[in-house]
T-cell receptor
Framework: RKEVEQDPGPFNVPEGATVAFNCTYS??????FFWYRQDCRKEPKLLMS???SGNEDGRFTAQLNRASQYISLLIRDSKLSDSATYLC?????????????FGDGTTLTVKP | NAGVMQNPRHLVRRRGQEARLRCSPM?????VYWYRQLPEEGLKFMVY????????ESGMPKERFSAEFPKEGPSILRIQQVVRGDSAAYFC?????????????FGSGTRLTVV
């Protein structure tokens, strides 16, 4: 089983739609989680951290379910500019050091 | 405050040549991570370094690949005797000592093409 698994998609949605991605992780001791965005094979950029209580940033909401070991990203009112690959990232138990593990990404295309 | 600087942005090498990829972390960051992204694939961890130390190289191929982060100067990822399968984007990321809840900051990457 992969350490971090994502549905690769692609997700093709119209502008204004709401879309959600899930990501599962295998290490129950993992401490911190993130969503990154990658455009056209450019460098990944941090989109948001994922907190246990859930967190929201504008149209984006991230949630963590420790019991089921998954995190989610919800995008409301999709814009054309949201088209990108979204990467789920899991940090090891010792968050002060060590590599982050990236999922393979979920591709989103928002169409007019 | 410059971000993570990688150079060159693009590198073309013939099979059998050596490739050297450089990464200068953000100011104040002492941890460097190298990731590789093959065409149509996800980011795969290669190596994690601190100044003068390799902390985790579990993702490095056993042969031809090496990495260093000297006391002075950038981190170097070196690929000897390159083969076509080495063609990929190589991303470097850096973080401060106590990363806590911080994510990485990535450089723009080096696109290596082996011809």
């Amino acid at each position: 089983r992969k350490e971090v698994e994502q549905d690769p998609g692609p997700f093709n949605v119209p502008e204004g739609a709401t879309v959600a991605f899930n990501c599962t992780y295998s290490n129950s001791a993992s401490q911190s989680f993130f969503w990154y965005r990658q455009d056209c094979r450019k460098e990944p950029k941090l989109l948001m951290s994922v907190y246990s209580s859930g967190n929201e940033d504008g149209r984006f909401t991230a949630q963590l379910n420790r019991a089921s070991q998954y995190i989610s990203l919800l995008i409301r009112d999709s814009k054309l500019s949201d088209s990108a690959t979204y990467l789920c990232v899991v940090n090891p138990p010792n968050t002060n050091a060590g590599k982050s593990t990236f999922g393979d990404g979920t591709t989103l295309t928002v169409k007019p | 405050n410059a971000g993570v600087m990688q150079n060159p942005r693009h590198l073309v090498r013939r099979r059998g040549q050596e490739a050297r990829l450089r990464c200068s972390p953000m100011k104040g960051h002492s941890h460097v991570y190298w990731y590789r992204q093959l065409p149509e694939e996800g980011l795969k961890f290669m190596v994690y370094l601190q100044k003068e130390n390799i902390i985790d190289e579990s993702g490095m191929p056993k042969e031809r690949f090496s990495a260093e982060f000297p006391k002075e100067g950038p981190s170097i990822l070196r690929i000897q005797q390159v083969v076509r399968g080495d063609s990929a984007a190589y991303f470097c990321a850096s973080s401060p000592i106590d990363r806590g809840r911080s994510g990485y900051t990535f450089g723009s990457g080096t696109r290596l093409t082996v011809v």
